[in-house]
């Protein structure tokens, strides 16, 4: 198997090297509770604080929003922030919890900011002192993001938003929203759309936990009630929300570099860890590992995987992606979710009838943590544009296919 490093230049191996000793030594290990498997599930105080301090840490010791421009609070260190990323995930580490401000909303700032925002926001949401949510959904509006309702209405000195956002992630731990609203409802529906920066604690806002099939939290739906912005929320221009909405879109989905913190689909660890749990399952007296079906499947699944890592790293090198240059970006999000879904699928099979016990159950192996990947795998296949949306996208923006109604 290739590894990262086998590569790379000298000064990105020499801050590999570094990046790995920092994380050795200071890996938060166990915390003795229950963890969420994503920053989609953070429930409890005690879950988000032990994140939170990570995320913290991991931004003092120079470890986070490395590609960002030092002037606001970022490492002015193009391309490293990736090598983090794969340290940690061969570490193990826990995820960073302010995921939404790393990935979506601190990518999308830079890019549309004001100075004053981008000197304003950055800086905390790398440090995780400010939790950022994602109010784009809506109960009518999905995949159909164009069809957002919630209104922000000008007054004198800003806006007053109203409406009903729903599936927002950590809004409850949310100290900003990135939101898209309506803001002139008698022009065509991408039009008349703005995207804000819209404070969570002012009179007004209204969030209320929602529960997944896996019993756990984390997700939230968020009630505006004339709930008042001030003028510099606005993010780009009045009117030009459709087109910053779909740069964090791109974001979003792995298809644009830029992340202040970890990547989607840059894991890579995952079959590995299928491997140790075939080999302790026992099969007809003998270890799953033996059985040649699911060698077979296995050896299936390592390669998606490889071709996932390596499909990323080609990416980024432009010569090797001028006949296609979004394709394999396109891709990331669609083929990373459906992996990890299969993933935790086979996973689950190995484990058999003991597939059913579930977290804090003494006897479930692995501490129940496949099948609340199963489940959870099925947000991963649905949030950000679901398979189906990633699909026609794929066919029409890379292999020219009629535009789907
Ligand atoms: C874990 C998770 C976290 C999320 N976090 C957030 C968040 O923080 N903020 C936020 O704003 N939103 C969030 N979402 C919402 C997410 O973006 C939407 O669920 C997603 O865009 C789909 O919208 P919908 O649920 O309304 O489904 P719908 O749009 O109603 O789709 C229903 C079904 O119809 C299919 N479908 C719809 N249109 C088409 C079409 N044109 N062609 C083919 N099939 C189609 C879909 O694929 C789907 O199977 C999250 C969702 C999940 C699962």
Redesign the pocket.
């Known amino acids: 198997m290739t590894e990262p490093e086998d590569t790379e230049s000298s000064e990105i191996a020499e801050f590999r090297r570094e990046a790995r000793a920092w994380i050795e030594a200071n890996h938060p290990g166990d915390p003795g509770f229950k963890l969420p498997q994503s920053f ?1 599930e953070v429930e409890s105080d005690q879950q988000f604080d032990y994140l939170r301090d990570w995320q913290r840490k991991a931004y003092e010791a120079g470890y986070l929003g490395l590609d960002w421009p030092e002037e606001y609070g970022g490492g002015g260190r193009p391309g490293l922030q990736r090598v983090v990323g794969q340290e940690m995930a061969r570490a193990n580490t826990p995820f960073f919890v302010n995921t ?1 401000g790393l990935q979506w909303a601190g990518p999308t700032i830079l890019h549309y900011g004001t100075e004053e925002q981008k000197r304003r926001m950055l800086k905390p949401l790398l440090s995780a002192e400010e939790i950022w ?5 809506e ?1 009518g ?5 164009a069809s957002v309702q919630t209104r922000a209405v000008e007054t004198g000195d800003g806006w007053l938003v109203s409406g009903h ?7 409850h731990k949310a100290k900003w929203m990135i939101l898209l609203a309506r803001t002139d409802p008698d022009v065509n529906k991408y039009a008349g759309l703005s995207y804000f920066l819209m404070p969570m604690d002012v009179p007004g806002v209204t969030v209320q936990p929602l529960i ?1 099939m896996s019993g756990e939290g984390g ?1 939230n739906q968020v009630i505006f009630d004339d709930a008042p912005m001030p003028r510099d929320a606005l993010l780009g221009e009045l009117g030009q929300g459709w087109q910053v909405a779909m740069t964090t879109l791109l974001h979003e989905r792995g298809a644009a570099d830029g992340s202040g913190g970890a990547e989607i689909g840059s894991a890579g660890e995952g079959v590995r860890r299928v491997v140790e749990l075939a080999a302790q399952v026992q099969r007809d007296g003998r270890p799953a590992s033996e059985d040649p079906v699911l060698r077979d499947r296995l050896a299936e699944l390592w390669i998606r995987e490889e071709a996932l890592r390596l499909g990323s790293q080609r990416a980024r090198v432009e010569g090797l992606c001028r006949d296609r240059p979004l394709a394999l970006r396109l891709m990331n999000k669609l083929v990373f979710s459906e992996f990890a879904q299969d993933l935790a699928d086979l996973s689950c099979q190995l484990e058999g009838p003991a597939a059913q016990l579930w977290l804090g159950d003494a006897n479930a192996p692995d501490r129940a943590e496949w099948p609340r990947a199963y489940m ?1 795998s ?3 296949t ?8 990633q ?2 996208i794929l066919g029409e923006r890379v292999l020219g296919l009629p535009k ?2």
Do not use: H, Y
């Open positions: 989609l939404i949510c994602q109010g784009f959904s109960p509006a999905g995949s159909d993001l956002k729903v599936w927002t992630t950590i809004a997944k997700f959870n099925f947000g991963m649905i949030g950000g544009g679901t398979s189906e949306i699909r026609n789907s109604k």
